[in-house]
Structures are given as structure tokens and as C-alpha cells.
């Protein structure tokens, strides 16, 4: 008996044999359907660095168009060059997300999470450490807190976020309130 290993996945021709498919072309289609459905668990880990300049998740559908049903905010919205503040994205609970904060395209100032936190960890986009925040797994959060430290430079930086509910339903890149750096 032969087995086929389809993204982590091993699948039996005897299975296949057993759904008493007509042709080899219905098989085919089977294991590429078994195996996109196996990549939409393939960031339960975290966003990878290169999706940080579109954020968006390389998942198996598209970005909703819907309302963006997540709050995302700022306890200080205007501080010094250097100095940190919290942002907290809450709302029902999701699986995954990707935030940064921005001038322009560009991410920029710094994530302050501990290497050992459990949930959370910060990835770095366009050669900035630590300038994107993403989760560790794939446990359900409703509410996270993140703290960012600007960068030296003075400007109105915009609060970005992807937020996944799971693999099939998520927001791009939602611009969530602006921080003043002075």
C-alpha cells in the first residue's frame, strides 16, 4: 500500500481507493484540496517577516470587506522620542494577528516583548528589530496589550492591523489611530 505525505498529513491510497473515485484526475483533486486546507494552519505560529509590508496572511482566502469588528487603541497618543505606550487590540476572540506602526509604508519604533512571553512576539520588518508584533500560537486571545517604544525621530505615525479570527476569515492592514511622537 502506498502513502502519500500531503503537508504533514499522511493519506492512504487504500482510503482513496474506498471512496471508489473513477479517476486518477478526482484523486489529484482530493490531495490538493487536503492540502490547501492544511496551510491555512501554517502561521499558527506567527506572522512570517515577509508579509510585513502588505500584512497581509498567506491563507487560503481573501481579506473580508466586511467591518472591521476588532478595537484597536492607544493609551498615549502623543509621546516623546523614546518613550513607550500601549496598544491593545480587543474584541471577540481571534486567533492571529500582525501590527505595526507606520510612516508611510514603512514600520518603525519597536515591540517590547519578552522572548519568553507565551502569547505574543515581535518580528522584524523592513530590517527594523522588533518593529512588528505577532502571536506564538494559535490560542484564542480577545484582548492583548503591546507595548511600543518610538523611534528617535519626531512624526504622526499611523497604528496598523491584520487580525485573523482563523485561517479563512481575517482584516488587512485596518488602520487603527495615530500616535504623535515629539
Not at 487504500?14 to 486518477?24: C, G, S
Not at 474584541?91 to 492571529?96: A, C, H, I, V
Request: glycine share 8%; net charge positive; with cysteine.
Amino acid at each position: 500500500m502506498q502513502k502519500f505525505l500531503v503537508v504533514g498529513y499522511s493519506i492512504s491510497l487504500r482510503v482513496l481507493k474506498d471512496i471508489d473515485l473513477e479517476n486518477t484526475m478526482s484523486k489529484l483533486m482530493i490531495l490538493t484540496v487536503l492540502s490547501v486546507a492544511a496551510s491555512a494552519w501554517g502561521y499558527s505560529a506567527g506572522a512570517p517577516e515577509a508579509v510585513c509590508g502588505n500584512m497581509t496572511p498567506n491563507h487560503p482566502a481573501s481579506a473580508q470587506k466586511t467591518r472591521f469588528p476588532y478595537k484597536v487603541s492607544v493609551s498615549s497618543d502623543t509621546i516623546k522620542a523614546g518613550e513607550e505606550t500601549k496598544i491593545n487590540i480587543s474584541g471577540k476572540q481571534f486567533k492571529g494577528f500582525l501590527a505595526e506602526v507606520r510612516d508611510g509604508d514603512q514600520a518603525v519604533g519597536s515591540f517590547q516583548i519578552p522572548a519568553d512571553d507565551k502569547y505574543l512576539k515581535a518580528i522584524n520588518c523592513n530590517g527594523i528589530k522588533g518593529s512588528g508584533a505577532t502571536h506564538k500560537n494559535k490560542v484564542e486571545k480577545s484582548d492583548i496589550s503591546l507595548t511600543w517604544k518610538a523611534p528617535s525621530t519626531a512624526g504622526k505615525y499611523t497604528v496598523y492591523a491584520t487580525v485573523a479570527l482563523d485561517g479563512l476569515t481575517f482584516w488587512v492592514a485596518k488602520p487603527s489611530g495615530t500616535i504623535n511622537v515629539v
